[in-house]
């Protein structure tokens, strides 16, 4: 058995997609949110993008990135949210 260095975890949980067809409530969230930004009532997002390809990406634009107290704030909420979802 190979020996594990200091602090290093014991197993790795991988990430695999269920699915590469986007599904409808996605894209209507996304057309959603940019008819709003369209229409100037939604100012900044920070945002993960989950691929098909087994990764992510995650950025913060607009004012979600001018006002990253703020930012962080808000994805402390959603934080929140998404562990009451895995916590049940």
Known sequence: ?????????????KLIPVTSVPEKNYISALRALLRRAERGESVGLAYVEITNLDGYFANAVGMADGSPTFCLGAV??????LLKKVMG
């Open 1 to 13: 058995m190979a020996a594990q260095s200091k602090g290093a975890p014991a197993s790795v949980l």
């Open 76 to 81: 402390e909420v959603l934080k929140a949210k």
